[in-house]
């Protein structure tokens, strides 16, 4: 690449200085003959005037002498009424300049070889033609340094360009100096981000659907566990059969909404839904789990509330908190709903021991867990998703333990954030 940029950057030099050299040559020559015709011009001039002064003052003409003034031209002068006067040598006429000049008793012709005038035009042309490799010279030294310096930005690129091609997602981190090279710099590091960002939606995809799976897929092993406990009672067994069964189908909604959300399907659209359904429903499926350890679920509030929201996204929020609150919490759980001006709000409260002191800045980050073990996933998903639909999840006191979720009450494209109020 090197020498193709020298190549070109010389043959645009070299074009160049012949475009600028030919015509300012042409030119030259052109003035050096004019100035030399004129040179002879005057000259002439100048014998005819002084031939003429002398016979004016009375003084013999003495043509000779005076024509031996100009000891490398050939001249004739004519005195009116005398024989012409030659004084030099003759020259060839083919190879001669001439110029002549008249008074009104002398007329004086004065002739040159030629050689006076291609003199001077070959010094103009040494001159123009030194300026000319003076040019190439320079021309070809700032090429080698142009060269070196884009060269190197280029290889540089390409191998970036290979490494990213490979797989190989680290960003150039480097500029310089040229516009179009760094633009080129700042798209390979931009698409080696966008690489980075997938590789790492990705990652998290995985971690996410395990953490999402977990949730249904332990409340249906507790059904289950209730069928085969009362497996004596058919009633009872239907019932906790019917359960397991929608247990099982939102698992499946829970698989359709992350396979969704890798490919990022916009089909689970929020619209407006009944918060009491979703709620009832959590209720429901998490009871057995709270009394069994001997703890109570309970639902206070306003009724009747509808939120723009995707039902199985809102599901998995508020059994998420819930799960929370099984895990990390103790004592009764309370969920109430509410309305803001803005916003419905569903409020899930402990009697635990609350959120640590050093966690509650940090709550909702991945990978923060307040109890040994714990994935450190749960409130971080729940507020992505709840995210999603337009909504809020919030930590409203750390002990005992608030956590609210807002769902907004106009539609989501409106791009209201919800009003935060405190717990009642």
Known sequence: ?????????????????????LPLAFVLSRLQASEATGQMRRDAQTLARTLQERVQDGLPADSAQVGRSLPDRYVVIVHRGASPIAVGVPLPAHDTISAQATTADFSVT??????????????????????????????????????RRLARPLEELARAADRLGSGDARPLGRRYGVQELDRVAE??????????DLLSAERDFAVDASHQLRTPLTALSMRLEEMLAAANYPDVVREEGEAALAQTERLTEVVTQLLGRARRSRSGAPSLASVDDIVIQQVAEWDPAFRRLNRKLEITGEKGLHAYLTPGGAAQVIATLLDNALVHGGGSVTIRTSKTPKSVVVEVRDEGKG???????RIFERSVSGAPGGTGLGLAL???????????????????????????????????????????
Do not use: H, Y
């Open 110 to 147: 004065v002739e040159a070889d030629d050689s006076f005038v291609t003199g001077r035009i070959q010094a103009g042309l040494l001159l123009i033609g030194s300026l000319a490799l003076l040019a190439v010279a320079v021309a070809v030294g700032l090429a080698v340094l142009q060269a």
């Open 355 to 361: 959120v640590p002191q050093e966690l509650v800045p």
């Open 187 to 196: 798209g390979l590091d931009g698409s080696a981000q966008r690489i980075t």
């Open 382 to 424: 729940a507020r992505t998703v709840a995210a999603a639909d337009g909504g809020q999840v919030v930590l409203v006191r750390p002990r005992p333990a608030v956590f609210a979720v807002f769902f907004p009450l106009g539609s989501p494209d409106a791009k209201e954030p919800p009003v935060v109020s405190g717990p009642a």
């Open 1 to 21: 690449m090197q020498r193709r940029l020298l190549i070109s950057t010389l043959a645009v030099a070299v074009v160049a200085v012949l475009l600028l050299g």
